[in-house]
């Protein structure tokens, strides 16, 4: 684990309550969020494989969206930021400093500094299929075999709410909207 960082990529992770509810796991790259979405969420346990579907590339200002996508757009529901922070591209041994380039070859290590998940992680392309995709913690310090992570930690990191906290605001009519364009950008 390297303490001085070169590059200040940020991930996040949006707990998103849309038909089915899922996780939007989120690396900056090329100025935009290269983005997948996980139905069961990230795990500590290198032994899990959990599925993560390539989906689009998302604008680099909606890292910290929280709140409401309106009934009739797509992703319609509530979303909560459940965790974020920066993350270190590891490179493929021949080198090179462009995670964009690892994206194209379906093979991406990093090491993210989040609340919640730290340490090394890798996507890997599913061979022969272009949106699949698996997360998978790398055996290390921060490995934690039997945590379910994600029933465990249940609110936002940002404001600490609950998705049922959210939904109760939502009903009172006291959630901030915002409505989200095509291109993921705040509208
Ligand atoms: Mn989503």
Excluded at 81 to 110: H, L, N, Q, T
Aim: glycine share 10%.
């Amino acid at each position: 684990m390297t303490k001085e960082r070169e590059k200040n990529r940020i991930f996040t992770i949006q707990k998103h309550a849309a038909s089915h509810l899922h996780y939007d796991f989120r690396l900056e790259m090329g100025g935009i969020l290269k983005s997948w979405a996980i139905p069961k969420g990230p795990s500590l346990d290198p032994s899990v494989k959990r599925l993560a579907v390539l989906v689009d590339d998302h604008a680099l200002d909606y890292a910290d969206f929280e709140g409401v996508i309106e009934e009739g757009s797509y992703g319609a529901g509530l979303v909560l930021v459940w965790d974020m922070g920066d993350y270190e591209y590891i490179p493929p041994s021949k080198g090179g400093d462009d995670p964009m380039a690892s994206i194209r070859i379906g093979k991406i290590e990093f090491i993210l500094y989040g609340h919640r998940l730290k340490g090394r992680f890798v996507l890997l392309r599913l061979k022969g299929q272009e949106k699949n995709w698996l997360l998978i913690k790398a055996k290390d310090e921060f490995a934690i075999p039997d945590r379910d992570i994600v029933s465990e930690e249940t609110r936002s990191v940002l404001s600490k709410r609950s998705l049922e906290e959210m939904k109760e605001e939502e009903r009172m009519g006291i959630l901030k909207t915002y409505r989200c364009g095509k291109d993921g950008d705040r509208q």
